[in-house]
């Protein structure tokens, strides 16, 4: 999700789940900021495999649909949430449209059964790390480490064994160190174009009005599923989808 500055409260819980988990185990411009130079890093994929077998991948941020010109990527972020994502998936099933989840390692941890739900209607995930820390690029390597893998370990684990195919620093925080360390697990570093805003809770006209201003801008769209009351994106989406459809885009999943 984007750098808000408000309505935080929740993720101070899940930060502090995350900690429990750790003591336990021991729009355009804003994509273009998000895909800055990465310093020494390549923008091909990354040369050390995983020791699991992951297949490397990119390090740039993808941003592209699969769809090609006319494709949309749907992407809900910070779930899954027992409340909204039944309900956002009830939506993308009554238009067939699939979506990537970004989910966040200890609700993905918590509510395995969503995760396993998302997984069977075809839908693709993404590591959103452990605790949704927007200030991850701010921290030591080892720490970003840490918030990536056990995430993706998480929500792994949660899923049955299906593996996130991407990861979406939170607030757009990447690093050149966690873009190549995501890549390496086979984890495209995922962007966004076009940020919906409905954190924000700012009415569904004005999310569905965002949308249809911006979608030139790019092809892939930031929404939530958690972290709040998600009404307004549920009905966003049953507004934002047929309208989309209608006007000729069809929708895919980020490039990987």
């Known amino acids: 999700m984007a750098r808000h500055s408000g309505g935080r409260g929740w993720y101070g819980k899940v930060l502090g789940a995350a900690l429990g988990v750790a003591l336990v185990a021991g729009g355009a411009s804003t994509w273009a900021a998000q895909a800055g130079a990465v310093g020494t890093s390549s923008p091909n994929a990354s040369s050390s495999a995983e020791p699991g077998g992951a297949k490397p991948v990119a390090v740039t941020i993808a941003h592209a649909s699969d769809k090609g010109a006319r494709g949309v990527n749907i992407t809900i972020d910070d779930g899954p949430d027992p409340v909204w994502t039944p309900q956002v998936l009830d939506v993308l099933r009554e238009y067939g449209v699939k979506a990537t989840f970004c989910m966040v390692g200890t609700q993905a941890q918590a509510h395995p059964d969503l995760v396993k739900k998302v997984v069977a209607a075809g839908h693709r995930l993404c590591d959103h790390s452990v605790s949704h820390d927007t200030a991850m690029d701010k921290n030591s390597q080892a720490y970003q480490s840490k918030q990536i ?33 995501a890549a390496s697990h086979g984890m495209r570093p995922l962007g966004w174009n076009v940020d919906s805003k409905d954190f924000e809770r700012p009415g569904t006209d004005a999310i569905v009005a965002t949308v249809e201003r911006e979608v030139p801008n790019g092809p892939t769209l930031l929404f939530h599923d958690a972290g709040g009351d998600r009404s307004q994106t549920v009905e966003a989406l049953g507004r934002i989808l047929p309208r989309l459809k209608e006007q000729g885009y069809s929708f895919g999943f980020p490039v990987c």
């Open 149 to 181: 893998l056990d995430a993706e370990r998480m929500i792994t684990k949660a899923s049955g064994g299906v593996r996130p195919m991407y990861y979406r620093a939170p607030g757009g925080a990447f690093t050149p160190y966690s873009r190549k360390l």
